[in-house]
Structures are given as C-alpha cells and as structure tokens.
C-alpha cells in the first residue's frame, strides 16, 4: 500500500538528510491520506443513508431526515467523482494566474481588477496562499494586466478551465450617459513547476533586464531597480517579476515562472499532437468568450457546459467552484 510505503520512509533515520525528497514524499503522503480520509467520509455518509431509511420504514426517522442524509452523500459522491478527474501530474501543482485586460479602455482595466479580486477571494477562501508577482496599473482605474500566485495542493488542476476570455455585461459606472457596455478581459492560468518536475534551463539562453518596482497604484517607486524582466531567447517567452524587494529574490522567482511557463508549452504540444485541438481551451480571440457575467440580468454563465447562476455578487466575491467542478465534469465526460 503506498500510504505505508510513504510511512516507512519517512521513519527511516537518514530521512531528512534529502529534504527536498523528504518534502515530496511527505506531500504525496498528505494527499493519499486526504484521498483515503474523503472516500471513508463517504462510506460512512452512505452507511447513514441506508441507517436512516431503514428507520423511516420502521417509523422511526421522518422522511426529511431521510432526504437530508441522502443529499449530504450525494454531493460527497459528487466531490469524490469530480476530484478524480484531477488524474494528471500538472494537476497537483499551484499556479499562477495572469489577467490582461482587452479592448476598452478603463471599463476594460477595471473589469480585469474585478477578476483579479475574484480569484485572490476563492484562494484565499479556499485556504491558499495568495501573492502578486507583478502588476500594471490601468491609467484611470483597474489594471492592464496582473499575475498572481495561488500556493497549495491541486490549485492548477482545479484553475485550468478559467484559461480563456471572460465577457461582463453592466450599466458602466465610468459612462457619463449610463450605457450598458461589454468588456473583455483574457485569463491565463499556468501550472506552477516545483522539483516535482523538471524543466531544463540553459542560463545562456536568458536575456535579463532590470528595472524599478512600482507599488499598487503607483503611489511610490523603489530606489533600486530591484525588479526584473527575463526573455528565453529559444521560445521568445518573457517574464516579469517585482514581488519581492531583492532583485536576487525576484531573479529566482522570474525562473520559476519562466520554467512554468515552458512546462506549459509543452503540455500544450503535446495535447495538440494527440488531439489537433487546444483540448477543451477556447483560442484567446475576442468573441470567443468562455464566461458571461451579466451583472444587470443577474446572471453568470459558462458557454461551455452551460451552467449558470443569478448569485452574480457571489461569483465575484471568489465563489466559483460550482463553474470549476462544473468544467472539469464536463471536460471528463467529453473525453
């Protein structure tokens, strides 16, 4: 059994002498257990079920207290199928979620900060750790692009079907007439490489840059330019990187983005090559929007799987695990 394989080493004397190893198989341990923990939880939930409706023919439990423990199973049975679609490696990582705003102006740029707003909301609900990597302020209000770091188990795996354009419909508070306007914004979510996996790097194929950090709002600007800019000269991908207040510190941080997002690129080569398809990613292109948020109909919905709900304040508060459980079904159900 691999929980007491993982067990045993983690015994072992010499353990902690490899403590990158010695960190990877105590993550692996963690998250066989909590598999092992949710599929007991069911077990019992269901054994409830057929206790309770065994009552209620005997006439000892009402009818409602039958529907109540049947539900609660169901949505457990719901969790448990809808986690085991997250089956592939890249899935068990964190990731780091970049926002751009698209055409518009600042409706555009404020749209894109309300996103921001709404993943910060969901990691931080979700129990993650949540931190801006880089930032560009719009010229009036929101931003023009910003990346975050979501730190912890499966946030990828969980993430991954928010890649794609997000559409919100409003009366726009920044339209002196009261229009109601559409803004675009494109979101990209990047899986988070760790010593999990590995992703070679030659230094001599890196071009750096520094420059000054701004902070939020651009309110104040750093002395040194302790912020850095990496292009990979093979893939022409460039990183940005002004979240910490050492350039040596953002120097690594830009490395591991950049890593990522090769990883990435590769994982979508390969995809393409097995299926000719972005596999169930929408092309960035204006118009091909994978989600609605239409805030004067009070609707939010998915164009994908077609679900959809009237809680928009919700939604944009950070609830979104409805429309990603709702994906990665969907998603698992179309091959």
Not at 95 to 108: D, F, K, L, P, Y
Not at 181 to 197: E, G, K, W, Y
Not at 222 to 250: D, W
Request: glycine share 6%; proline share 2%.
């Amino acid at each position: 059994m691999q929980i007491e394989d993982l067990e045993t080493q983690s015994l072992d004397p010499e353990f902690w002498t490899d403590r990158e190893r010695a960190e990877e198989v105590m993550r692996d341990l963690k998250l066989h257990k909590n598999w092992v923990k949710q599929l007991d939880g069911l077990e019992e939930q269901i054994g409830d079920v057929e206790v309770f409706y065994e009552f209620w023919q005997m006439q000892e439990s009402t009818e409602e207290e039958v529907n109540r423990a049947y539900k609660q199973a169901l949505k457990s049975l719901e969790d448990v199928e809808f986690r085991s679609t997250l089956n592939k490696p890249e899935d068990e990582l964190s990731a780091i979620v970049e926002i751009n705003a698209g055409a518009g102006g600042t409706e555009a740029c404020d749209w894109a900060e309300m996103l921001y707003r709404m993943y910060v909301l969901w990691g931080e609900k979700s129990g993650y750790k949540v931190s801006e990597l880089n930032r560009v302020d719009g010229d009036v209000a929101g931003v023009r692009s910003v990346e975050i770091e979501i730190t912890g188990d499966y946030v990828f795996g969980l993430l991954k079907g928010e890649n794609g354009v997000h559409r919100l419909v409003r009366v726009s508070p920044y339209n002196a007439q009261g229009k109601r306007m559409t803004s675009f914004a494109s979101v990209f979510v990047h899986p988070l490489v760790d010593n999990r996996i590995e992703v070679e790097v030659n230094p001599a194929d890196l071009e750096w840059d520094t420059f000054r950090a701004s902070g939020a709002g651009g309110q104040h600007v750093n002395k040194t330019e302790s912020a850095v800019r990496v292009r990979h000269l093979p893939s022409g991908i460039v990183v940005e990187c002004q979240a910490e207040r050492s350039q040596h510190m953002n120097r690594e941080k830009a490395v591991q983005m950049l890593k990522s997002r090769l990883y990435e690129a590769e994982l979508e080569r390969l995809r393409a090559e097995k299926s000719n398809i972005e596999a169930g990613k929408m092309k960035n292109e204006w118009g091909s929007q994978i989600r609605s948020y239409v805030l004067d109909d009070r609707r939010v919905k998915d164009h994908r799987t077609n679900f959809q709900t009237s809680q928009t304040d919700s939604v944009l508060n950070g609830d979104i695990d409805e429309f990603l459980k709702s994906f990665l079904m969907w998603q698992g159900r179309s091959g």
